[in-house]
């Protein structure tokens, strides 16, 4: 009983002949049968996993996340950035830019009160002598728009007497 190199192996198989191209499909076919077989046994394993009760593995929680001091200062943190979101509607930095405009108005305001105090008499008599010019063209323009049968009437009016 010695040790064969493949002599044994050459007379249990029968020689290769040009049935060599059709062998090479029919493996290419076992292959392909296979390929799908284990498909639809792993797709009957899943659906039979899904189905069991079996308890699936989740992932570890963090110790720190996990406490329970943890939890209630976050839930402490979201509840009054809701609340105070809701309330005003705007974050902090709009907030603040709010702020900012308001201060900047306030500021206007007071230096246009400290010019008009500090304007000479002379300047505060041309500023009343505009104002009652301003008020009159505004009157008299409020007549002019008043019924255009008016207006005309008036015409007429001037064009007799004229005529006469």
Known sequence: MGV???KKRDLQHPPETHLNVSV???HKLEQQNRYWELQASLSQLQSEEENSNLIRPQKPL???TASKSHQELHKELRMTHKSRVHQE???ELQRA???RRWEQRVKASRDQEEAKRSRSPFHQELLKRQQRLEKF????GQQREGPEFLRVKERLRRTAVLDA
């Open 4 to 6: 064969t190199h493949g």
């Open 24 to 26: 090479m499909q029919m």
């Open 62 to 64: 963090n110790p720190l």
């Open 89 to 91: 509607g705007k974050t």
């Open 97 to 99: 830019l709010e702020k």
């Open 137 to 140: 063209e505004r009157d008299k």
